[in-house]
């Protein structure tokens, strides 16, 4: 069984910065998405297995960073230049069986959750 945990979240005024961790219970492809009250879930930002390569929704482009650690088992978000529109539920996802060298956008790609850890971005 897989498993995500997602930390990090919390209160943060507009123009600060937060860092998410997804410590996962292996090495897999990695996405983060986010769920404003209301509204559907949206991708955030992606990367592969082999850390090689990361990819970002337009809406976070040049604010929000991807990466992960030399083990490739913890995930990072780090989330610069807040927005009270980031304000939402973030998760963290995994995709198993992977070659390594993708990254993946939708929700339906990947296999396994996180609980979500909320970030809230005060104006």
């Known amino acids: 069984q897989v498993r995500l945990v997602e930390s990090g979240g919390g209160l943060v005024q507009a123009g600060g910065s937060l860092t998410l961790s997804c410590s996962a219970s292996?090495?897999?492809?990695v996405g983060w998405f986010r769920q404003a009250p209301g509204k559907d879930l949206v991708f955030v930002a992606a990367v592969n297995l082999n850390g090689g390569a990361t990819f970002n929704a337009d809406s976070v482009q040049g604010r929000f960073t991807m990466s992960r650690d030399s083990a490739k088992v913890t995930v990072y978000l780090r989330m610069n230049s807040l927005k009270p529109e980031d304000t939402a539920v973030y998760f963290c996802a995994a995709r198993v069986g992977d070659d390594g060298s993708a990254y993946y956008i939708r929700p339906d790609e990947y296999d396994y959750w996180g609980q979500g850890t909320q970030v809230t971005v005060s104006s």
């Open positions: 292996g090495r897999y492809a």
